[in-house]
């Protein structure tokens, strides 16, 4: 079963969703009703079991602490952590390399706070 993952900026938390197939429009977070989650891409949640995951979640604060530093690299070194040093899925590689840079690739489709 796919299982998407968010992080909600209200609760500063990361929200997990498993579902089949993922609108972005169509999710809040189920804690807050924050409609202005942002997608995270994350290669362990991918291949792990819900258990595995949810575990895995509850001892991330490392993950935690990097996104309230904004610290694209510290994101970036966890994923290639929880990633066991390799097997990034094509999707994430890009993702993971401007991590690596310092940049913020999940900041591009964010809605803007006009809307
Ligand atoms: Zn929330």
Redesign the pocket.
């Given at each position: 079963m796919p299982i998407y993952e968010f992080w909600?900026g209200?609760?500063e938390r990361k929200i997990t969703i498993i579902q089949h197939k993922i609108s972005p429009a169509s999710h809040s977070?189920p804690?807050?009703g924050?409609d202005r989650i942002e997608r995270i891409y994350s290669p362990f949640a991918i291949r792990k079991t819900d258990k595995q995951v949810y575990q895995e979640i509850r001892s991330d604060y490392q993950f935690e602490r990097a996104l309230k530093r904004n610290d694209p690299k510290a994101i970036a070194q966890w994923v290639e952590r929880t990633s066991r040093g390799g097997e990034i899925p094509e999707e994430c590689r890009e993702t993971v390399g401007k991590l690596a840079k310092g940049e913020w690739p999940m900041k591009e489709g964010k809605p803007s706070e006009s809307e």
């Open positions: 909600c209200s609760c977070c804690n807050c924050n």
